[in-house]
């Protein structure tokens, strides 16, 4: 067995070993996790950006961040405005998982190799996490609850999500072409979706993808293809 040494320089961040010696999440969960702890605590995070750090695509980012969603390392709150409705969405990374013990009596731990378990004990977590801003500003709620109607938190969070996957002038754009075709929410998210598969970033790149449906279904009329509006091969769903 060869022994591997390892030469340390002094560019170096301390962490917590927990997330690193725990068997649940994957190597991939626990590099994301380890890079997000290096982040100052008041540095904001986007998805979008993130992915440029690495050469791993925006899909096996969101796939990390949902491993450490589920074990604990990353929590979601809404942070509520004057008024008392939701402004935004925090996210608190966790160097050792926050464990709910209201649900949980007795919570499993065996696969979490920490030399002193009280960590666990929620009360110490308040010292042992990391602020970094995951959130979407108060404008595209406002935008929302002006058009739509009352926000609640279900759709605050997957507002907030999708401003974090994309940004938020495609998540009001949208939005807005819902509007147009008088529908709710889970329509404007079916748009993001389409505009993700086809790798839309910008306002520009919807226009140009919206200009190539227009030329593509004035061709099939012409040459006298007619497919039912619910064709979902080739629909192109906000206009």
């Given amino acids: 067995m060869a022994t591997f040494r390892v030469n340390k320089d002094k560019n170096y961040t301390t962490i917590n070993n927990t997330g690193l010696k725990d068997t649940r999440l994957s190597w991939k969960a626990k590099g994301i996790l380890a890079y997000i702890l290096t982040l100052p605590d008041d540095w904001i995070f986007y998805m979008?950006?993130?992915t440029k750090h690495s050469k791993d695509g925006i899909a096996s980012l969101k796939a990390g961040m949902k491993?450490?969603?589920e074990c604990g390392y990353v929590k979601?709150?809404?942070i509520?405005?004057?008024d008392g409705k939701i402004s935004k969405w925090e996210t608190i990374i966790y160097e050792v998982p926050l464990v709910e013990n209201q649900?949980?009596?007795k919570p499993s731990v065996e696969n979490l190799p920490v030399?002193?378990?009280p960590l666990l004990n929620t009360k110490k977590l308040s010292t042992n996490k990391?602020?970094?801003?995951?959130q979407s500003s108060s404008s595209i709620f406002s935008f929302y609850e002006n058009n739509f109607g009352i926000l609640n938190s279900f759709?605050?969070?997957s507002i907030s999500e999708w401003v974090n996957d994309t940004s938020e002038e495609l998540v009001q754009a949208a939005m807005e072409r819902a509007l147009k075709q008088q529908k709710k929410w889970n329509y404007a998210e079916g748009i993001l979706k389409q505009w993700v598969n086809n790798n839309v970033k910008t306002l520009t790149d919807v226009e140009a993808l919206e200009a190539e449906y227009q030329r593509n279904k004035g061709v099939k009329k012409r040459v006298g293809i007619n497919r039912k509006s619910d064709d979902s091969d080739s629909e192109y769903i906000g206009l």
């Fill in 48 to 50: 979008e950006e993130v």
């Fill in 67 to 69: 491993e450490l969603k």
């Fill in 76 to 78: 979601r709150f809404p």
């Fill in 80 to 82: 509520k405005g004057e």
């Fill in 103 to 105: 649900l949980v009596e």
């Fill in 115 to 117: 030399e002193n378990q």
């Fill in 130 to 134: 990391q602020n970094t801003n995951i």
């Fill in 155 to 157: 759709i605050a969070e």
